[in-house]
């Protein structure tokens, strides 16, 4: 690895990290050595990135500094390319626009000697095939789930059930073929999946939900969690 992408990619592991990174455990990741990254580190420092910490202890990156924009290696351009294919495939409209103009400015403004890596990418994403129609409006849900407001569904069930709920929408899952809402159900009091296409009618609300819509989404995501460990260990006790 060139010393160049070495301190890169040393600003990569730090500004992912929220505790003290040690050196040994960068120069394990970058199959380097110890000294290595103490030089890499100070001249780092020397550049005026502002890094601390010490020897032994750890380094941190402060919080606010970025690098200049698209100092992408070929790897993290291919793994970009290959997102923006998927969501282009399935995304909203709206999405799915932004995700090709997402892959023309990455073409336009990485280096000449990456633009293959754009333009004639190795891997690929298939287009998503559905009869599904949706009249749910999935920018405008993605706008109140940002601003953390109420949405009332006219929903119906695989049974052809209807319900009125009015929800506050947290996440939309994307599955292969599928897209689900999920969301804090008033009626229910609890979590709960909608899967958007069958969604009759949604009336967006202009009241907020209380609290902070980040700390509900943490919430959820931990029951989910949980969930899906309490499954897999059911799975182990029933192969055992």
Not at 150 to 165: G, H, I, M
Not at 185 to 206: G, Q, W
Not at 229 to 239: C, G, I, S
Request: net charge positive; glycine share 4%.
């Amino acid at each position: 690895m060139r010393r160049a992408d070495r301190l890169f990619q040393i600003v990569q592991l730090l500004r992912r990290s929220s505790q003290p990174v040690t050196a040994e455990s960068i120069a394990v990741e970058l199959e380097t050595s110890k000294r290595s990254v103490y030089r890499d580190i100070a001249a780092l420092m020397g550049q005026r990135v502002p890094i601390r910490g010490e020897a032994g202890i750890g380094y941190v990156l402060d919080s606010g500094f970025d690098m200049p924009p698209l100092m992408l290696t070929s790897d993290e351009v291919e793994a970009a390319v290959l997102g923006a294919q998927w969501v282009a495939g399935r995304g909203d409209p709206a999405l799915a626009r932004a995700a090709r103009d997402l892959i023309a400015k990455i073409a336009a403004t990485v280096p000449k000697r990456l633009r293959p890596v754009v333009l004639e990418p190795a891997v690929t994403s298939a287009m998503w095939k559905t009869h599904e129609v949706e009249v749910l409006d999935m920018a405008q849900l993605r706008a109140w789930i940002h601003t953390g407001r109420k949405v009332k569904l006219d929903y119906r069930d695989q049974e052809d059930r209807a319900s009125l709920r009015t929800v506050w929408p947290l996440l939309i899952g994307y599955r292969e073929t599928t897209r689900l809402l999920v969301a804090w159900c008033e009626s229910r009091n609890d979590f709960r999946t909608f899967r958007t296409a069958r969604v009759v009618e949604a009336t967006f609300l202009d009241d907020r939900f209380p609290g902070r819509p980040a700390q509900l989404r943490a919430r959820c995501q931990a029951m989910m969690e949980a969930e899906r460990r309490r499954f897999l260990a059911d799975q182990k006790v029933a192969n055992s």
